[in-house]
């Protein structure tokens, strides 16, 4: 038997979740055990309610949570490291033949490559997140780099991971999907069944992140040029209440929050003029045949239309655009129109799944681990070790200490 080791906040919603709940589930119909350590952002002594967890594949791996592993290990003092790697390390079976660590962010990947070590494993690289200019520990991902142990969701990924130290050409090399099963789906809703028809329904959909304020910037703008308009804002997943309150004062703006539906109704795409969304959000929305505005992830602007005016859903090659002007151009001017409709080609998460062990077949096949004692990757000072350890423990003292 072959054991998969990885790691997740599995108790938020998030492309990376949606990920890995459909691969452990797929790696399991393929005879691989699974495995996935866990970690909150709640106080070490608060217990997390397992019905909080929306994942059915991750659900089970509650039981597997170390609060540690949401800090780099550098933060920790040695003990503790050691201790929960121990008890990571017992989480494994002994008579497992291969044992693979798929990490995906810079700390888990430092988190994975001592574990790795402690077990004799491989530890993989897949980074999902969109801006790795500003990762830490550069020095160990060019060492796992070197060795083709990471990857990447965009052709760009490697040269932002490795800007300053490299130059790396701009290409699919390193590049893998985080692929899922089924974020749309035929399901009934109520929210959903009780959504009205406005003048114009924009969806914005996915998680409350840096680019959301540019998104309700645009909206009110519009709404501000088309006051004769009626504008739906539609939110599928979360963002901030403090952000909407720019839209209370306009008597033409409607909001509806529908939460995280998981999986979206297609349903819901019937009622949508024009969706907002980056990355797996915007693909999946484009695939239901409704004009989708990217988020750029660097500029927090539009990056265009998807298939229309641009094929990237995360990075713009253009100059970006404030979203108001593309808007104004799908809704008002109908720049569409007269145009032929993309076809968005559905991806197979099997065949995705199966590239990622192609990719990392190809790595080096000799055993050596990067020297953490030797490099250190990070420095946290003692004052900040005790600030955020209060922030912590005693939010009470924190604030009266600092804040006051």
């Known amino acids: 038997m072959n054991c998969f080791v990885s790691f997740c906040y599995s108790e938020t919603i998030g492309g990376g979740q949606n990920y890995l709940n459909s691969k452990t589930e797929w790696l399991e119909s393929i005879g691989w055990l699974p495995i996935v350590f866990t970690s909150g952002k709640e106080y070490p002594s608060v217990r997390m309610d397992n019905k909080a967890i929306p994942w059915n594949g991750l659900r089970r791996f509650s039981r597997y949570k170390s609060f540690y592993i949401s800090k780099p290990p550098e933060f920790w003092p040695r003990f503790i490291v050691k201790r929960e790697l121990k ?43 969109e801006l790795l200019e500003y990762y830490g520990a550069k020095e160990f991902l060019f060492f796992k780099f070197q060795r083709h142990e990471v990857a990447g969701i965009h052709n760009s990924s490697m040269n932002r991971l490795f800007n300053g130290i490299i130059d790396i ?7 893998l999907r985080a692929a899922n099963f089924g974020s749309v789906a035929d399901v009934e809703n109520e929210a959903v069944s009780q959504i009205k028809r406005e003048d114009y329904n924009i969806a914005y959909i996915g998680r409350d992140k840096q ?12 709404a501000e040029k088309h006051t004769d308009k009626t504008v739906h804002f539609i939110v599928v997943g979360s963002i901030k209440e403090t952000l909407l309150s720019a839209m209370e004062s306009h008597a033409n703006i409607k909001v509806s929050l529908l939460g995280f539906l998981l999986p979206i109704p297609r349903a819901i795409f019937a009622k949508i003029d024009l969706v907002i969304a980056g990355a797996g959000c915007a693909s999946l929305a484009a695939k239901e045949n409704v004009p989708v505005i990217v988020a750029d992830a660097a500029s927090l602007q539009s990056n265009g239309i998807l298939g229309y005016t641009t094929d990237s859903t995360l990075f713009s090659d253009e100059s970006p655009r404030p979203f108001v002007n593309d808007i104004e151009d799908v809704l008002v001017n109908r720049i569409l129109e007269n145009k032929k409709r993309p076809v968005f080609q559905r991806v197979d998460p099997t065949r995705e799944y199966r590239k990622h062990f192609d990719f990392f077949s190809r790595s080096s096949d000799s055993s050596v681990y990067f020297d953490f004692i030797r490099h250190p990757q990070r420095f946290y000072s003692l004052k900040f070790r005790i600030k955020t350890r209060l922030k912590w423990y005693w939010p009470s003292l924190y604030q009266k200490l600092f804040l006051t």
Request: proline share 3%; charged share 25%.
């Open 87 to 129: 008890k990571m390390a017992r989480c494994v079976p002994k008579d497992v033949d291969q044992i693979i660590i798929e990490s995906h962010t810079d700390y888990w990947a430092e988190w994975g490559e001592l574990l790795a070590k402690r077990l004799h494993a491989k530890n993989y690289c897949f980074l999902l997140d």
């Open 211 to 222: 680019d959301v304020q540019s998104i309700v910037n645009g909206i009110v703008s519009f």
């Open 169 to 175: 050409p701009i290409d699919d090399t390193y590049v």
